[in-house]
Every structure is written in C-alpha cells, then in structure tokens.
C-alpha cells in the first residue's frame, strides 16, 4: 500500500464537503503549510489587520489565514483571549480584501463561507482516530459504531 502523503490525508477529509473547489484546494495547500509550521501568532492580529490596511496587498491573504488558523485549529484551545467571532471578522474582512486587491473569485468565495471552512478545519482537527472510535464502539457506543459504519469500517461482534 502506497503511503499517504499530507496533502492527500487533508484532500480526503475535506472532498467530501460542499464547498467550491478552488476554496478546498487552497483549504488543503494551507492545512497542509500548517502541518510542517504552525503560523506566528505572538503578534495582535487586529495589529496585523491594521497593518494590512497600511501596506495592503498580501498581507490581507496572510491576516486570514491567521484568522482561519486562530478560528479553526486554535478554537479547540479553551484558553482564548478574545472571542471566536473577532477572528472570523478579521478572517471575512480580510479575505474580501485580499480578493478585492487580486480580483480573485476564489478569496470572495472564501470570505463568504469563512465559518463553514473553520469549522471543517476544526472538525478535522478534534476528529478522535479510527483507533479510537473502535474502542469506544467496542465499549457498547452504538454513535461511534454508526460513525465507523458511515467511515467504511464495520465492527463485528462475538457471540457470547
């Protein structure tokens, strides 16, 4: 069996949703960016923002991804600063300079689906293993079963 690649583990867990093609494609390219090297965040993002603002351009691109990162993966973290909607402000406005900037179709349609796309990061990111959802069904969770079922794996049981 040929190994997975990254980008191949994040374009299988994100083909099957419905968003545009091109937003996937560059969902899986940055999941895939955030895999080797998680972005800086020790800087203020509003900072950013307005610095963005300043300089205009492709630090937009960069404030979004921040915000999609801070939103998405960083959202499982209980310790947040400030709210989860501040970031996905941040994330839609920036997004909707960016493609404002680069005429882009593709940022627009990312600015607009910007909390569908965090929260499929986010669900891939606290997505328990298979390993982990057979020893629960195993244990008698009839959810994690059906979640195994619908992800292609069966559980067989004895008889006692």
Known sequence: MKPETIESYFYDQI??????????????????????????????LSIEFMEAHHEGGWRFRDVGDKALYLSSVRSLDRRRAVSLRFYEDLGVSSYSKFAEYTNSRSFLELAHC?????????????????????????????????????????ILKRDS
């Open 15 to 44: 083909q099957g949703h419905p968003l545009d093609g091109d937003v996937k494609a560059y969902l899986v390219m940055t999941l895939t960016r955030w895999a080797v090297s998680e972005p800086d965040t020790s800087k203020s």
């Open 114 to 154: 910007f909390q569908e796309a965090a929260l499929l990061i986010s669900d891939i990111f606290a997505a328990p293993s298979i390993q982990t959802l057979v020893a629960r069904a195993q244990a008698g969770s009839g959810a994690h079963e059906d979640q195994l079922a619908r992800m292609g794996v069966l």
